[in-house]
């Protein structure tokens, strides 16, 4: 099932937060970067930040990721004009080091996720082109500005989000991509300090390079198109700043090639980061498995533990699982997809952590454990009419009821994922998933040496990240990791 086609972008209807002047909806988007930053929202961002870093870390891990950064023109020396990709001990081009960062930090699917107006990760693309430019050789690294640029990013998205979608998801976009480049261009705009002006004409620029479809979904294609809109951003500030200029029409003329939408109003106002819609993701997975995952394993704690369920019901908002994938998967990146796994998964070990998606948790084309094999034909999916939903149009919670022996069945609704504002993740939870991330990481340096100790090291650098010298603490401490140990041929997939 798919979104009806004749949903049209969303206008008239204010969001809370700061308000813009009138306009059309370029010139407001390139007013954030001199729109001042509120110190709630530094402080949320710091958050999502760490969160953010913390995955690209866990990504960089992959060999999916060596297999990027080789087929990109790297240097070991610092020089002018480069940037260093974190967690490595390689230095790019500012652009390049968006596009790896991008990649590395959406590659997992467990970056964070904005499911109400820009309906897209705002984190990875705007994080990615802050990141890259703030972290040029030769200047010094302002892990204030970072900030400040990383939320200009996601406010960019959400702004061109709240007047684009439903439309642009429905008409099959990916909106973390399409939106993304806008987010980067402006994050990366704040960072080399361009004015109004020269902002301006990064906005029409990257809206020669906004692409990307929901049909790279459950593929390498997903992660490869949100870093690519992290490095395009970056570009595109770069060239407005050397004084390229992009047309007046660029972005109705976008609007209208992707969902036959031209000439958009700008009515919306910017709102606070984190906006309502916005979702720290406690799981690997796509965030429409979240709040049934949660369900599942808060049910099955109830029962027990030495008994599997005999059946487990679930149901969704139907638009909710026209994103998700229906046939059995054959892989991790399947595996995020798939509300069945994901939920068996979490009958069958108690959790759904990064391992549940790994290269070796798939043999021969299916899952390799057959306690989940066997516990995916006890899971009935339905759809759900009942579920409350925001301004997307779509319900992210979900009914869960699992069956146990001759018991009384276990019944919860779900309103909403764990880690949203609703439902906030906790100091714990943030710790717990950190650390998975890190551990990962920590194994693609060390391998079989790799320990959760030298996790729990790495720990309070990365909460430090967003602090005065934070960033590069960290980047040192990486840096040493790989000097002393290097990368293993043969990182743990």
Known sequence: MTLPSTISPRSGAPLPGASLAGGSIERRLSHLVGLPVGESERRAATDAICDTLAVALA??????????????????????????????????????????????AHLLDYDDDETELAMAHLSAPSLAAALAAVNRFGQSADEALLVDAYVTGCKAMLLLGAVWNPALHAAGWHPTSVLGVFGATLAAARCMGLDQAQSLSAVRLAASLASGGRGAFGGMGKPLQVGQSAASGVRCAELARAGWQGSSDALDGLATALFSQGAMTADADVSEFPPAGFVTKLYPSCTATHAAIYATLTLCAEVSEHDLPQRITCALDPRALAILQSTPPKSGDEGRFSLAYCLATAAVTGRVGLDAFEAKAFQDGAPADPRIREMMHRIDIAEA???????????????????????????MTAEAAPGS???????????????????????????????????????PMLRNATTPGGLQTLQRRLTEMTSIQGKQECKTP
Request: proline share 6%; hydrophobic share 35%.
């Open 385 to 411: 009419h009942d579920l409350p939903f925001g301004p997307s149009g779509i319900a992210t919670g979900a009914h869960v009821t699992v069956f146990v022996g001759d018991d009384e069945p276990h019944s």
């Open 59 to 104: 990504g960089d891990a992959d060999p999916r990721s060596d297999q990027l950064m080789r087929t990109l023109s790297t240097a070991r020396e610092p020089a002018p004009g480069l940037s260093f990709a974190l967690g490595t001990d390689h230095w790019l081009s500012t652009s390049d080091a968006a596009l790896y960062f991008g990649f590395s």
């Open 421 to 459: 504002l609703s439902l906030p993740a906790t100091e714990g939870d943030l710790s717990d998933k950190w650390c998975d991330c890190l551990t990962k990481y920590t194994v693609g340096r060390y391998g079989a040496l790799a320990n959760t100790d030298v996790a729990s090291d790495l720990l």
